[in-house]
């Protein structure tokens, strides 16, 4: 790899250079859900107080929230093919979506730390089981290593791997659900037969459900922008079935689980009731898949794109540099329940925001059009000294907002931040800075590798 | 007479001793963990008894957390287990004191120890320390490649 590839990233594509089919699109999102997480977000739901009726609503509440964000901010991605630090551009100015951008990096390291730390726990349980070793800083290293070099070899292989591996990541879990119903047996009417509650306990549950997916919301167009486009109806589709019913099974098994067991770790769970060493080697399958997959496409991607953006990185060292950064913040301390739901709701607070402006800034205030040219070489969106008012306020009011009712913090935050961005920006910055493509006469045009301004600096 | 009641009163002696000695060996219990853990590592808590387990659900482990409360488990064997010992797994997730107590039901034997809870313990350090250096190499590398 070498410093063009990460330039060249950042260009459109051109819709007959599209070539991510449909159906291993929706097998990569699937296989980002299919994560020790995703059965914990359910674990947790019963943890919280609810019910199994109220987790299932307040999640599928969540989903719906989720998909539809999801779809709405992936259109620049799918129709223009551009990815998600060239569409913060128009939203917060030529320079402070740099700063956009590093803060939906952020989120990504500390998941990416995360996760390997959550898979590395794995392995080394299973380690003790199976042979008396114990060293969960061997696993660990090992494990983020090789993401690190998996992911230094570029997207597309990034989805390959990925969508292959969710394939086989639900005929494993499809055996754990088999196991798990042997050992509890799915008494799911008395779970659902707890008082539970509608108040709090079921809002924070939504709010965390929306959170879980606020941060692939804000670059869905990093992967949106490989898929053929020549169906909407297949692009909600796709979104829609690689979104709900992964979420759906793994936070399901999580809610049954931990109301017939009291047992909301997964790790816990499978060494507690591992009978043998078939049983063994699929949770392990699992743990490494799901891991891996997961960090592959929420984490790295985003975060290797902003540095590339940054730093003007090649995609080999962004993939070094988000790897390193992803251990140096201390990814263990996230596995304390205080520490997880901390980082949800902050990140929350300050994703959601982004992804409101985003989404309004391109579907409400512009009607699905942006000045292609201006998004790579004109100062059109350099507004004031390439900082964009509206965007930057309407994120400080969001976020604040979202800080205020930090439990709710992504959904205050969304709604806030989308609202005071549209009328900031309709009533004070369209009549300062006029935006071409604003007119009912304007004709996108698309951008040429060889016309754009970061073409250039390739060449 | 007196010689042979001096010696069966001995041998009674020899014989409660004895079983003394054998009483005091089964309800001799150790537990063996680490001083330090970083927190979100994984405790094996290792039960060995002077005499062979046969049950480990005879065996009670209590953990009382640093923020006052308590969960208790059962151990388990595995092949790596000698028939004197069994163990549990605890994942550490919170900072601070742990005292771990352990109880054979069977013969009423008790055994308590301590832990502490850290940000960083040794090898936390050291992967700390080995990916700083990873980044700094291949910055310079990357640097000297571009220059």
Redesign the interface.
Known sequence: MTGKVIKESLLPIPSEQKDLSYSKFTLSLASDLIALYSFMMGAGAIAAGLNILQAFVAMMIGLAVDVVLLVLNGLPGFKLGIPMVIQMRPCFGNKSAKITGVIRALPALAWFGFNSFLGALGLNLFSIVLFGYNNVWVWFFIFHILQVILSALGVKKMLDFTSYSAVALFVIILAMAAHIRAVFGFSLASGMMGEGSWGIPFWLTVTAFISVGIAVVVNSSDYIRYLKNDSMKKYVWSYTLGFVPTMVIMAGLGMVVVSVSGVWSPIDLFVKYVPNIWIIAIAMGFIILGQFSTNMFANIIPANFVWGELFKMPWWFASVFTGGLGLIIIPWYLTTAAGFFNFMNIYGALLGPIAGIMIIDFVIIRKGKYNMQALYSGTQYDYWKGINPAGIIALIIGSSAGLFYINLSSITGTIVGALSYYFLYKYWIIKKYPQVELSDSYVMSEVSGSNSKNAKEVE | MKIKTISIICILMLLLLYLGNFAFAISNLTVDINDKY?????V?VKITSSEEIKDPSNVKITIEKPNGSTIESIP?Q?K??SNNEC?D?Y?V??IGNYKINVTNILTGAEESTTFNSL?FTR??T???I???I??IA??VF?KAK?A
Do not use: A, H, P, Q
């Open positions: 970083t927190i979100g590592e994984s094996i388990r595995e790596w287990n163990f797994i994942t997730d919170y940000m090898g936390s050291i992967v700390y080995l990916s700083f990873i980044l291949s910055l990357w571009k």
